[in-house]
């Protein structure tokens, strides 16, 4: 099976997600590590997840246009 | 001997102007910033154009207020947020009731039985995805739980500054989070089977 079925981790997701997101205590990070490194599952779960928030990071950025920068500027208190 | 009244005043005012001048330079270096987080937490560019220039005139203006030391960005996004509440631009839906018992790895099935190689990796698989599916799908996210996912994603706050931004304890914005992401990727699975696995 290459996909995900049932979850057989389901609890891991609770450390999982605050891996992701890089707010863990050291002492979490390292359980998160340490379970990673034997849990082929997780491990996959973990890229797979990764993977999908660079992806909708990348795809959801969108630049500011230099007008708005040009407004925001003119927004300063005048200097008198 | 010792400055005039007039002086110290004058002083006072030249030191304070100082302080204001560095505090806008600094608010508006971070704009970009700022703007990639508003841009998703609002559905059009215009929208977000207006709630930019809000949030900078009224923290241009209560400037005194900012404690210096602190985030700026977490502060200009408090604002920003306030703002965003505030003028009821928000079309306030139903919470999301949707069951979401498909699981966690629906998406992740969904888009490798459209790829073509068996056992593709998890970059292959994503690929399946195009940018127009990222971003309708975020924007199909309830409003309280897309704000979380724009503040930790895109917007790379800790739990904490997004609980402060949006006014929430931390234990919410995870579980914010934990469904906001879930329903993320039941919409992205969504489009990816009307793409009908064609995406680009």
């Known amino acids: 099976m290459s996909g995900f079925a049932i979850d057989p981790c389901e609890q891991c997701e609770e450390l999982l997600q605050p891996f992701l997101d890089r707010d863990l205590s050291d002492e979490e990070r390292a359980l998160a590590e340490k379970h990673l490194d034997g849990c082929a599952y997780c491990r996959k779960r973990y890229r797979f997840e990764a993977q999908l928030r660079r992806f909708v990071r990348q795809a959801a950025t969108e630049p500011m246009s230099p007008e708005l920068k040009t407004k925001l500027a003119e927004l300063r208190t005048p200097l008198i | ?200």
Do not use: C
Not at chain 2, 44 to 68: C, G, I, K, N, V
Not at chain 2, 100 to 127: C, H, M, W
């Open chain 2, 1 to 200: 001997m010792g400055e005039t009244a007039p002086e110290t005043e004058a002083r006072r005012l030249a030191e304070d102007a100082r302080d204001r001048v560095r505090f806008e330079e600094e608010a508006l270096e971070l704009a970009d910033q700022v703007y990639r987080v508003a841009r998703r937490m609002v559905s059009s560019r215009e929208e977000a154009e207006d709630l930019m220039q809000e949030t900078y005139a009224r923290a241009f203006r209560s400037w005194r207020s900012f404690q210096p030391g602190t985030n700026l960005r977490a502060w200009l996004l408090r604002i920003l947020t306030n703002l965003n509440i505030d003028r009821g631009r928000r079309v306030q839906r139903a919470p999301d009731t949707q069951p979401l018992e498909e699981g966690d790895y629906f998406l992740y099935n969904k888009l490798e039985e459209s790829t073509q190689a068996p056992n593709p990796d998890e970059e292959r698989v994503i690929e399946r995805l195009s940018q127009d599916d990222a971003v309708s799908a975020l924007s199909a996210v309830p409003h309280d739980f897309r704000d979380a996912i724009v503040l930790v994603d895109i917007g790379d706050f800790s739990y904490n500054d997004a609980a402060q931004i949006l006014d929430i304890p931390v234990g919410t914005v995870m579980s914010r989070l934990h469904r906001g992401r879930r329903i993320l990727k039941r919409e992205l699975a969504e489009r990816a089977i009307v793409d009908g696995g064609d995406a680009t």
